[in-house]
């Protein structure tokens, strides 16, 4: 079992930044990759970012190129997104995921890629 704990949330105005926490605990030595998803009212999870625990490799939606970042500490087991430049499209509730097992190409954008989910943080942003 591998626990999650999304951080950082909350309400920016467009053009301001906000970085997102992922702690997380457990069986960690197993993680293949952790990612970020969103998904906002009445729409389905979407990939947002992924980074490789074994070398740090990242991947990214094409859409977020550019405004979002994602990062991790391995020594305090963290995963990191910093998003800037937020536009009110971005407010949605931010979902980190474990994958703990290899996945290649746009498989690893899909949610059911992912084993272990944390239960999300929301990110508002006002025009």
């Known amino acids: 079992q591998v626990q999650l704990v999304e951080s950082g949330g909350g309400l920016v105005q467009a053009g301001g930044s906000l970085r997102l926490s992922c702690a997380a605990s457990g069986r960690t030595f197993s993680m293949y990759a952790m990612g970020w998803f969103r998904q906002a009212p009445g729409k389905e999870r979407e990939f947002v970012a992924r980074i490789s625990w074994i070398d740090g490799s990242t991947y990214y939606a094409d859409s977020l190129k550019g405004r979002f970042a994602i990062s991790r500490d391995s020594a305090k087991k963290t995963v990191f997104l910093q998003m800037n430049s937020l536009k009110p499209e971005d407010t949605a509730v931010y979902f980190c995921?474990?994958?703990?097992?290899?996945?290649?190409?746009?498989?690893?954008?899909?949610?059911?890629?992912?084993?272990?989910w944390g239960q999300g943080t929301q990110v508002t942003v006002s025009s």
């Open positions: 995921a474990a994958d703990m097992s290899y996945c290649s190409g746009y498989g690893c954008h899909e949610p059911k890629s992912y084993d272990y």
